[in-house]
């Protein structure tokens, strides 16, 4: 099946910083991509979603000047989380739309742990 | 009322058992229905996607939708220790390379 990669797989940051993840798509072309948030135990909760060229759609009670999101190219999004504070600490996992297969595929996710 | 209900279980069968994980859900505009494996600590894994009402197997899984009942099921047989991951039940209106909405997942375990 298709993949997806993320980098970095896991974080560490201080409180404060800003940190940025990459989300890719290795053999197809995505013009829609997902970011989620998982915490310990629980399902999917859908933050996102990044069209290429335009400016990504927030699901309700996500701010969009926390989690900033780019979709510069049908391969690439990143999620830069700015300000990053312990409470932002997750599991953040990014999914890419094939259209030719109407499949969604995930990537491996990224841990966040925010000192 | 949540879209998607599932429940997160634990589920813990012995080796070799059938298992059965169901979701229901509110919304009839659903279309498309996916059953999703994760591991812990990794990302989801697309194990079933069906189109609208009825079966759908492979190998070992088979995917059951009623729309007319909103209720989608996923089978096991021949359950074995690997199968131990969570569960998550996925719908979407439009496409399932579009916008999905998850179920809570359900957690299952296979005893040797």
């Known amino acids: 099946g298709a993949v997806v990669s993320q980098h970095p797989s896991w974080v560490i940051c201080k409180s404060g910083t800003s940190v940025k993840i990459e989300c890719r798509s290795l053999?197809?072309?995505?013009?829609?991509m997902f970011w989620y948030r998982q915490f310990p135990k629980q399902s999917l909760m859908l933050m996102a979603t990044?069209?290429?060229?335009?400016?990504?759609?927030?699901e309700q009670g996500v701010e969009k000047d926390k989690f900033l999101i780019n979709h510069a190219s049908l391969t690439l999004s990143t999620l830069t989380v700015t300000s990053a504070h312990p409470e932002d600490s997750s599991f953040y996992i990014c999914?890419?739309?094939?259209?030719?297969?109407?499949?969604?595929?995930f990537g491996p996710g990224t841990r966040l742990t925010v000192l | 009322q949540k879209e998607v209900e599932q429940d997160p279980g634990p589920l813990s069968v012995p080796e070799g058992a059938i298992v059965s994980l169901n979701c229901t859900y509110s919304?009839?505009?659903?279309?498309?229905f996916m059953w999703y494996r994760q591991y812990s600590r990794k990302g989801p894994e697309l194990l079933m996607y069906?189109?609208?009402?009825g079966n759908k197997e492979d190998g070992r899984f088979t995917a059951q939708v009623d729309k007319s009942s909103k209720y989608i099921s996923l089978f096991i047989r021949d359950s074995q220790p690997s199968d131990s991951a969570t569960y998550l039940c996925?719908?979407?209106?439009?496409?399932?390379?579009?916008?999905?909405?998850f179920g809570s997942g359900t957690r299952l375990s296979i005893r040797p």
């Open positions: 999914s890419a739309g094939d259209p030719s297969t109407d499949t969604q595929y």
């Open positions: 053999d197809f072309q995505a013009t829609t």
């Open positions: 990044s069209n290429e060229g335009s400016k990504a759609t927030y």
């Open positions: 919304n009839s505009a659903f279309q498309y």
């Open positions: 069906t189109y609208s009402s």
């Open positions: 996925a719908m979407s209106a439009v496409s399932s390379a579009s916008k999905i909405i």
